[in-house]
């Protein structure tokens, strides 16, 4: 089956561009490795217009039905390979299944960034942890440390406070750079302290759990702090390593270069969501949203110039 | 089938199971946990009579999850002759935990 368009990814931005495609009359395949895409992570979305308070989880459900209820295909799968020939685009799975289309969206945002540092990798699921909403019960009453200072922080920290009896917010910087909602929130908790200006160089534990970190600046007389968790939310990286062999213009840091219309600087293949240079302004659901309906557009409009629409 | 394990019977079904079985721990907190819900149920069907597969809710079984360490989820263990002998964390698609299992 040759499809109109495959869009690579199932987040917001994603399963918008399935909506919207959908509604062109255009065939589509959405292929992502997590239905719901980031979104999942969060514990409560209150941004999102029309919808004053709503779980990450719940709201990419939501987008996952509307999309396979217009007559999107969705597919679990990692993609490892792009192709070109002539006007056709194969997309390759890990798995070594292969799809084909006329046009592209790549919307496979970011992934999550690391600190690497020594023992995060060790105690990765041993209080190490990149998602608040995940894993915050299981630090009841505990000492934990989270890294970040920009909105998934800040409400991360929050949530954590929920269980834990101390939460210390570990920034590299002097200022939270948060939405000042969650960064009054953040200095209004008790048990909340932020401590600025500083890094992790090291996270230390007895083997079988963390129990202390390094830091590169004297807390309370020590170089290091007691913790029974470190949670991670320092920002993402865009998933845009299989996109090599189609020479698509990234920027230095990965992202996918884009204009207002989400096209690419390759023929037939357009972008959305987190992973564009365009993102960067503000990564919000809404805004990847809005950026999905536009490459879906884009799509519509390319195929109908170039006389490929189905009859 | 999918299974559902507890603290009461995780010795019967899982420990002495003569099949492998994997446990999924997750909790209705976790957004990702729920993502895989179907996927997990999608599996236990295709591998009936081959891999036990079920799961397994950390905040009403606390002691098995506490023996194993769970501090993150979701949590894949497979299990074999009693022993856990592979652990997977996060969320994963079916065609992945197929392979990571079946080899």
């Excluded at chain 1, 209150?46 to 990419?60: A, C, M, T, W």
């Excluded at chain 1, 990965?254 to 293949?269: D, F, R, S």
Aim: charged share 25%; proline share 4%; with cysteine.
């Amino acid at each position: 089956m040759l499809y109109d368009v495959i869009i690579i990814g199932s987040g917001p931005a994603g399963l918008t561009a399935s909506i919207y495609t959908s509604r062109y009359k255009l065939s589509n395949l959405v292929i992502g490795k997590l239905p719901g895409g980031t979104i999942t992570y969060a514990d409560k979305v209150q941004n999102f217009p029309g919808v004053s308070e709503i779980s990450g989880v719940q709201l990419g459900e939501k987008m996952l039905s509307q999309a396979k209820v217009l007559g999107g295909e969705i597919v679990t799968e990692n993609v490892k390979s792009l192709g070109k020939n002539h006007d056709v685009f194969t997309v390759a799975s890990e798995y070594d299944k292969e799809y084909q289309s006329k046009t592209l969206i790549i919307a496979s945002g970011t992934g999550r960034r690391k600190l690497n540092i020594p023992g995060e990798g060790e105690y990765v699921g041993k209080g190490v942890s990149y998602c608040t909403n995940c894993d915050a019960p299981f630090f009841k009453n505990k000492t934990v440390i989270l890294v970040g200072g920009a909105n998934s922080a800040c409400s991360g920290a929050i949530h954590l406070a929920e269980y834990a009896q101390k939460v210390y917010l570990v920034y590299r910087k002097s200022e939270l750079r948060a939405e000042p909602i969650w960064v009054e929130e953040v200095k209004s908790n008790p048990k909340i302290e932020v401590i600025y200006d500083t890094n992790l160089l090291e996270i230390i534990g007895d083997g079988s759990k963390v129990t202390q970190v390094k830091l590169d600046k004297e807390i309370n007389r020590e170089m290091s702090l007691p913790t029974d968790g470190v949670f991670v939310e320092i920002g993402g990286i865009p998933t845009s390593n299989f996109l090599s062999s189609l020479e698509v213009e990234m920027d230095k840091s990965g992202y996918i270069v884009v204009n207002e219309e989400m096209v690419t600087n390759v023929q037939g293949v357009f972008a959305a969501g987190d992973v564009t240079n365009k993102s960067l302004v503000l990564q919000q659901t809404v805004t990847a949203c809005a950026q999905g309906a536009i490459a879906g557009y884009s799509v519509f409009k390319y195929l109908k110039q170039n006389k490929r629409l189905t009859k | 089938m999918e299974y559902k394990f507890t603290d009461q019977n995780f010795e019967e079904e899982v420990l002495k199971s003569e099949l492998p079985v994997l446990v999924d721990f997750f909790a209705v907190w976790c957004g990702p946990c729920q993502m895989m819900a179907p996927v997990i149920e999608e599996m236990a069907k295709e591998l009936e009579g081959k891999v036990k597969i079920g799961k397994m809710n950390v905040d009403e079984n606390p002691q098995t999850a506490e023996k194993y360490g769970i501090m993150s989820i979701p949590t894949l263990i497979l299990f074999k002759n009693g022993e856990p002998v592979k652990t997977l964390q996060g969320f994963r698609g079916k065609e992945d935990i197929v392979k990571e299992i079946t080899i």
